[in-house]
């Protein structure tokens, strides 16, 4: 059956819309994740204190992140706060400027962290209904975060390179502020009025509450521990190669493989999704991180980094999409958000943990510390197999590749 035309398209699609925003989304924290551990380190801040400077606004937004998603979710569309989320992190970056010492860069950095981390569940909740509705895929959307992710990783490197570490301030900031632009592009996510769906309204648990039940929460906090251990690569990987002797045009094509091949799958999930259940895709995600991070712990040459820095695609893309699609497969539109916001709680919840352990770890046994990492990927692993033992999907109740 085939739902009818509207009368009039609009002449850019909320998914080019939406798509904008997400190209443009992650650029600043790539900047942060090629040059911004030895920036902090050129300010006189020590390996612990930039665990810190990372883990704090981490933690600020875990106890804010379901009351946002609750907001979000009882706004007349999630675009609202969307918008006024980005804008402050637009504006707020511009103080660095004028802050010197911990304190100060961590009062700022926690305050230009807060919007831009709120509103990345929102942005995932509200896209991922809207494909729903309207019949197209989430996966290539969200690939195109990735995409500019990847882009400015190469370019920073090589900008940085070329102009030296003074160009990391505007760069970064410029880039906040391009966000914000960006964000008054995107569509109504609920539909226009007399807009038509291609696809039936969801169906699902109507309340946070009728669906925190153990076979559910597991995986999610499995994953959490898998995601964690990528939040310490973001924030201490282009020190560590720094002091292994790779330069800034060397660490910012080398993180960018990883956020290509991310980008790859994210453009194919689609044919995962419609041919394993989610759990399943989950559990690879775990089991593959660890083999990546203990032989990253061995501190390789470029060669063997660059198919490692490629199972981003498992590590990383496949375990977070399965993730969103096993939410979206249990819950209605009702609690999208606040949903999304409860697997943020737990992602930002071990990435508290990951990071402040990690910025103690590096300084104790450097690159060794990712030996660590693959034994926390490993236990959250064990959290999703759990899950699939309490309730296969193919049980009577389960959703369709749940």
């Not at 960006?182 to 996510?189: I, K, Q």
């Not at 508290?352 to 060794?368: D, E, N, P, S």
Request: aromatic letters at 12%; charged letters at 10%.
């Amino acid at each position: 059956m085939s739902a009818a035309v509207p009368l009039s398209e609009p002449r850019v699609s909320p998914e080019l819309r939406a798509t904008i925003f997400y190209f443009v989304q992650y650029m600043a924290g790539a900047v942060v994740s090629v040059y911004g551990g030895i920036w902090f380190a050129a300010q006189g801040l020590t390996s612990e204190e930039i665990g810190i400077l990372n883990a704090f606004p981490v933690l600020v937004i875990l106890v804010l992140n379901m009351l946002v998603g609750r907001i979000a979710d009882r706004a007349s569309d999630w675009r609202q706060v969307i918008v006024f989320g980005s804008v402050l992190a637009g504006i707020v970056p511009l103080a660095l400027f004028f802050v010197h010492g911990f304190w100060g860069i961590l009062a700022v950095w926690t305050l230009l962290s807060l919007p831009a981390g709120l509103v990345g569940p929102v942005v995932d909740a509200a896209t991922l209904r809207m494909t729903n509705r309207r019949g197209s895929q989430f996966g290539p959307i969200r690939a195109w975060g990735t995409v500019g992710y990847m882009v400015m990783l190469v370019l920073s490197g090589f900008i940085i390179a070329a102009l030296g570490g003074g160009i990391f301030l505007p760069l970064f900031v410029g880039l906040c502020l391009v966000r914000t632009v960006a964000s008054f592009g995107l569509p109504r996510f609920r539909g226009e009025k007399g807009e038509a769906s291609v696809a039936p309204p969801s169906t699902g648990a109507r309340h946070l509450r009728d669906v925190l039940k153990p076979f559910f929460v597991l995986p999610l906090v499995g994953f959490s521990m898998v995601y964690s251990t990528h939040i310490v690569l973001n924030a201490f990987q282009g020190l560590l190669w720094k002091e292994q002797g790779f330069s800034e045009d060397v660490i910012g094509p080398l993180l960018a493989v990883g956020a290509l091949a991310e980008a790859g799958l994210m453009f194919i999930f689609g044919r995962f999704a419609n041919r394993f259940p989610a759990r399943s895709l989950i559990l690879a995600s775990a089991i593959v991180a660890v083999f990546r991070w203990a032989c990253m712990a061995f501190e390789p040459g470029i060669i063997p980094l660059i198919p490692l820095q490629a199972l981003n695609a498992i590590t990383f893309a496949l375990g977070y999409m399965g993730c969103l699609h096993f939410i979206a497969n249990w819950t209605s539109d009702d609690i999208a958000a606040e949903t999304q916001g409860f697997f943020q709680v737990l992602l930002l919840g071990m990435s508290v943990i990951a990071l402040l352990a990690f910025g103690w770890l590096t300084g104790l046994m450097g690159a060794k510390a990712y030996l660590v990492a693959a034994v926390f990927a490993g236990l959250g692993g064990v959290l999703i197999w759990l899950s699939l033992a309490m309730q296969s999907p193919k049980q009577p109740g389960a959703p369709a590749l749940g």
